[in-house]
């Protein structure tokens, strides 16, 4: 094994997959060649670690190490540790494979200091944490916990118009299926997933590594706007039904609408004009909005006060206009019994809230979960500016390792 117990090194052996010229950083879209090329590595990496892998019907993959001497289907109190390997488009190498590469090393260091295992211990892999490709956050572990129906999920289309279930289908999954598994939900006595962080927090406190308070309440909303198509030159502007012009509206009301409420967070990074013609009034635009903010009713309320600022705007241009929820996650305050025993392996550890979404939030609801992030300096992620140090790096896989010591030998 290469790069036994240390994460540095196994992130160093993913560094050229998936990288995006264009963008910058790293695209790796779920079921895309760059994430099936991670899955295949993960896979290489399990099995040298004498793990016993498996891909469950929702494209999760569980490596695990099973307490000796144990009938091996009695996994009923197992610990799972994991994160995901998807990314958003032109992303950093962190959010996501920072967790599973910290696993695989805590692993290591556990067999090294010759650990007994009280019980199982699975590395997992989450499928489209990111919802890049298929615009709901965090899916695998929504179809996991039930909290998506899966009817809906193979019906979800990509950038090209592809269905969830023809690219699932392609790269080797069967649709047929994904949904609620409730026996493997049943196996899961915790959850702790390790990330980088994607704030400054660790930074403003000087420490490297956190436990995690809560998440904040998001979600996503696709509005779709039509309009007129027609000729950039020979149209009178009194003729017009643009839809860019809506949209550029709305968008000013996601920004305005989330600055009213105090810390809320408004964004509109996704934005499709069709056909998409400097010299063509567009036909129809759609925009994709992320609003997030510690109260859920405060997210409600800005939707539902874009969504009527959006109406006005169409109203006003002779558009129509439809808004989408996508995924929504309420407020999630991470299991405190959890964290307390976490706290007996990392004294004084820092608590930190996120903003960010993770699978650690969607199984919150379903199983005690727990979360530990690790410093980022720039404090940016969703960026290839996104970065931990080395040395942060390495104290995030001691605490994940004392951590997962202490509940494994419990
Ligand atoms: C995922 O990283 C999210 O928080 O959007
Ligand atoms: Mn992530
Ligand atoms: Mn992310
Ligand atoms: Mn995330």
Request: proline residues 4%; hydrophobic residues 45%; glycine residues 10%.
């Amino acid at each position: 094994m290469s790069a036994h117990g240390d994460a540095n090194a196994l992130l160093a052996e993913i560094a050229h997959i998936g990288v995006d010229a264009e963008r910058g950083g790293y695209t790796r879209l779920v079921f895309s060649p760059a994430e099936l090329m991670l899955r295949d590595w993960f896979t290489q990496q399990a099995a040298a670690r004498r793990l016993d892998v498996e891909t469950d019907g929702n494209g999760i993959m569980w490596a695990w190490w099973d307490v000796p001497g144990r009938d091996p289907g009695d996994r009923h109190d197992a610990i799972v540790t994991g994160s995901h390997l998807d990314s958003v488009p032109g992303g950093g190498g962190f959010d996501g494979p920072l967790g599973v590469v910290s696993a695989l090393a805590a692993v290591d260091r556990l067999r090294n200091c010759g650990v007994t295992l009280r019980r199982p211990l699975a590395v997992a892999v989450f499928p489209e944490e990111e919802g890049s490709r298929f615009g709901v956050a965090c899916l695998g572990s929504r179809l996991l916990a039930g909290a998506v129906d899966p009817e809906r999920v193979r019906r979800l289309s990509d950038e090209s118009g592809r269905s969830y279930a023809e690219v699932a289908a392609d790269a080797g999954f069967d649709p047929a299926r994904i949904g609620a598994d409730t026996d493997r939900l049943a196996e899961v006595s915790a959850f702790v997933e390790l990330h980088v962080e994607q704030g400054r927090g660790l930074v403003d406190l000087d420490r490297p590594v956190a436990l995690a308070g809560a998440i904040i309440a998001h979600g996503r909303w696709h509005l779709r706007i039509e309009g007129r198509g027609d000729h950039a030159g020979a149209t009178r502007m009194a003729d017009r039904q643009d839809p860019v012009v809506v949209a550029a509206d709305a968008i000013r009301s996601v920004r305005e609408r989330a600055l009213a409420v105090d810390d809320a967070r408004g964004t509109v990074g996704r934005l499709k004009v069709t056909p998409g013609g400097t010299n063509v009034i567009a036909s129809s635009a759609d925009l994709w909005i992320d609003v997030r903010h510690r109260s859920e009713e405060a997210v409600r309320r800005i939707i539902a006060e874009v969504t009527a600022d959006a109406e006005r705007a169409a109203a006003a241009e002779g558009c129509a206009v439809v808004m989408t929820e996508q995924s929504f996650s309420p407020t999630v305050a991470f299991d405190e019994d959890l964290r307390a025993l976490m706290r007996g392996a990392l004294p004084g550890a820092p608590v930190l809230d996120t903003g960010a979404g993770h699978d650690a939030g969607v199984l919150a609801a379903v199983v005690p979960t727990a979360m530990l992030f690790v410093r980022n300096p720039t404090g940016a992620s969703h960026t290839p500016a996104e970065t931990a140090g080395a040395a942060d790096v390495a104290a995030g896989v001691d605490a994940l390792t004392a951590v997962l010591e202490h509940l494994l030998t419990r």
